[in-house]
């Protein structure tokens, strides 16, 4: 089992724990999938597919399911815009639509605009993996996330806005779960059958904390962690008993 943890104080990476270890890191990727976006896409309303927008795919409101049945088309469940509704699809749409867009593979943007750009030399855009439709795993180590984080961490735009409440404490922004605060918490899990990853971080602060682990069972472990070095109530670390939350998971 292997454990690998960054952590970002005042916008630097601080310390990286567990060695340079390239792991899968799941849901994270969707954080860079939004970076990538916000660089190269002025208007939020933009359309990706249909009337799904890039507000609606960085917000999880496109109506979609977060994975189409297997050998099944992909149909929205309700229109865009209505609810909350993760949905890995959605992002699959952007990163399609980011390519139309530009005219490079995701492969290259991520590399040259955001890989290359912040020294994350370890990481990279997978092959798709089978069955998720264009899907592309992020592999990379904590550290490389971390010098992601601590770079996001500095930039003053929507992804640090409440676009979409889920309740008092938790809300979506452009890419990223908010615990509204104050301060505000951007944060992400990454949960697999092979990693339990989690991201958090305030803009405000410049603090955050990365924790990749291959552990399915490692949420207890990375509640350990952002407990230690980012202590107070996160609203994030408690979403399974969320009852708001709950309801719109169903």
């Known amino acids: 089992m292997r454990r690998c943890v960054a952590v970002v104080r005042g916008w630097e990476l601080a310390r990286a724990e567990g060695g340079a270890v390239v792991m899968n890191a799941a849901s994270l990727v969707k954080q860079v999938i939004a970076h990538l976006a916000l660089d190269v896409i002025e208007d939020l309303d933009d359309l990706v597919r249909d009337d799904i927008t890039v507000r609606h795919v960085l917000t999880h409101t496109t109506g979609l399911p977060n994975w189409r049945p297997q050998g099944q088309p992909l149909e929205p469940s309700r229109p865009p815009g209505q609810r909350w509704g993760y949905s890995g699809e959605g992002f699959v749409l952007l990163q399609q639509h980011l390519e139309q867009r530009t005219g490079a593979p995701i492969t290259s943007l991520a590399r040259d605009r955001v890989f290359g750009a912040l020294a994350m030399h370890h990481s990279y855009l997978a ?7 264009g899907f592309r795993p992020l592999m990379t180590t904590a550290a490389d996330y971390g010098r992601f984080l601590a770079h996001v961490l500095r930039i003053d735009d929507a992804r640090w806005q409440p676009l979409w409440p889920i309740d008092d404490e938790i809300a979506w922004g452009a890419g990223w779960g908010l615990e509204i605060g104050p301060p505000v918490y951007g944060w992400q899990w990454g949960l697999n059958d ?7 971080g305030c803009p405000s602060t410049g603090n955050g904390v990365v924790v990749l682990t291959d552990d399915p069972n490692g949420r207890s472990y990375y509640r350990t962690v952002v407990d230690r070095e980012l202590p107070g109530d996160h609203p994030s670390l408690k979403v399974e008993h969320n009852k708001a939350w709950l309801e719109l998971c169903i």
């Open 127 to 133: 092959d798709p993996e089978p069955g998720f439709h």
């Open 194 to 200: 092979d990693a339990s990853n989690f991201v958090i």
